[in-house]
């Protein structure tokens, strides 16, 4: 792979993180989402039956999908993710052998601060990415490579060396094996 013209996302050094740490990331995500949710119900009037719309809403403007493409060839994985609008300074990739995690926070100027306004709906960006991705195969989680370019983040995997399942001979010494009572089968 080639990294002409790329530039090395200095902001984001891979982190190593446990399963446990990603796992509570995700849950302030959903602590953040369903913050929102109820604000949105209580701007709402408190109505119920409208419980998946308000989640939806607010997943929607605080987190935006991270679309993926993912290739393999026989030495690695890469992982190309969408993520516009996002500096190498807001991004954090977190890798352990078998899972690949993708967050980013950005700063943004709420609009709403210079006109005294509330804002309603906003469609326009979401300031928090996040995407974690299982792998298929153990990758060498020590040279795993990023770059970011004009909005799309290349997350280079490579494989793992000798992971791969075998099968190992049983061998049976004569001395041992003699003597030695055979289970029946009933």
């Known amino acids: 792979m080639t990294t002409t013209g790329m530039q090395r996302v200095k902001g984001t ?19 953040l989402i369903a913050q929102r949710a109820y604000e949105i119900f209580e701007r709402r009037g408190g109505s ?17 999908s991270v679309p993926l493409i993912v290739t393999e060839s026989n030495d690695e994985y890469i992982v190309l993710a969408e993520v516009p609008g996002f500096s190498s300074k ?8 078998r899972l690949l995690a993708i967050s980013g926070k950005r700063d943004t100027r709420d ?4 006109k005294n306004e509330i804002m309603i709906r906003c ?3 979401a300031d928090r990415i996040f995407r974690t991705l299982d792998l298929p195969s153990t990758v060498d989680t ?6 970011l370019k004009d909005g799309i983040l290349t997350v280079g995997l490579p494989k793992a060396r000798n992971t791969e399942s075998m099968r190992v001979e049983l061998e049976t010494l004569e001395s041992e094996a003699e ?8």
Not at 90 to 97: A, L, Q, R, T, Y
Not at 179 to 186: D, I, N, T
């Open 13 to 31: 050094d891979l982190i190593s993180r446990t399963s446990e740490e990603i796992f509570d990331q995700s849950s302030r995500m959903f602590d």
């Open 48 to 64: 119920p039956g409208y419980d998946m719309e308000d989640w939806l809403r607010a997943e929607s403007e605080l987190l935006r």
């Open 90 to 97: 807001d991004i954090e990739v977190s890798v352990e052998p």
């Open 111 to 114: 609009r709403n601060d210079e």
């Open 123 to 125: 469609e326009w960006y």
């Open 142 to 147: 020590a040279k795993v490579t990023t770059t």
């Open 179 to 186: 003597g030695l009572p055979v289970p029946s089968v009933s």
